[in-house]
T-cell receptor
């Protein structure tokens, strides 16, 4: 299967700052990547679909100006949480679509103080 | 809109005993169904998937699942659990095979605890 990495694995930031999370496809070129958010003890919620070279498609209720997604290359998608607030604290997980499956990264734990 | 229900938040099973995790879905067309396992510090790992054909699908680590259209269910089973099976299990449904442009809709997960 495909190998997906995320960086950082965890981050703590102050309220009002911006945080960038990277998702990398290590062994193949990913046209489509997905970003999910997981609250403690809860399910994964799809935030957006990231397509290389085009604008991301956001799910209903997800603020595109708050969660900036850039998929500038076939191996890298980034999620930037702008002006983060405590309610943005969560576990962010990316996945890549490959061979009729989705392969998930290990996730990034964001804590906003 | 599609949805997935996992009725059991926690399940405790003795090591060596059989296991069944329940999953019900709501989707208007033929669903594409998945079971994933999430262990602490690790990404979600695909256990098995159903797209079409034989309704009993075999997966990794000795897991299997049965698709029952009449019951809108896709329950995960294992005949004998091991302590290493303790983890969070998620059922998910997709509008496509997942390799396309659609994200997945996940259930809330079932936390599996293994008793020695």
């Amino acid at each position: 299967g495909a190998v997906v990495s995320q960086h950082p694995s965890w981050v703590i930031c102050k309220s009002g700052t911006s945080v960038k999370i990277e998702c990398r496809s290590l062994d193949f070129q990913a046209t489509t990547m997905f970003w999910y958010r997981q609250f403690p003890k809860q399910s994964l919620m799809l935030m957006a679909t990231s397509n290389e070279g085009s604008k991301a498609t956001y799910e209903q209720g997800v603020e595109k100006d708050k969660f900036l997604i850039n998929h500038a290359s076939l191996t890298l998608s980034t999620l930037t949480v702008t002006s983060a607030h405590p309610e943005d604290s969560s576990f962010y997980i990316c996945s890549v679509a490959h061979l009729n499956e989705q392969f998930f990264g290990p996730g990034t734990r964001l804590t906003v103080l | 809109a599609q949805s997935v229900t996992q009725p059991d938040i926690h399940i405790t099973v003795s090591e060596g005993a059989s296991l069944e995790l329940r999953c019900n879905y709501s989707y208007g067309a033929t669903p594409y169904l998945f079971w994933y396992v999430q262990s602490p510090g690790q990404g979600l790992q695909l256990l098995l998937k159903y797209f079409s054909g034989d309704t009993l699908v075999q997966g990794i680590k000795g897991f299997e699942a049965e698709f029952k259209r009449s019951q809108s269910s896709f329950n995960l089973r294992k005949p004998s659990v091991h302590w290493s099976d303790a983890a969070e299990y998620f059922c998910a449904v997709g509008e496509s095979s997942g390799g396309g442009a659609d994200g997945l809709t996940f259930g809330k997960g079932t936390h599996l605890i293994i008793q020695p």
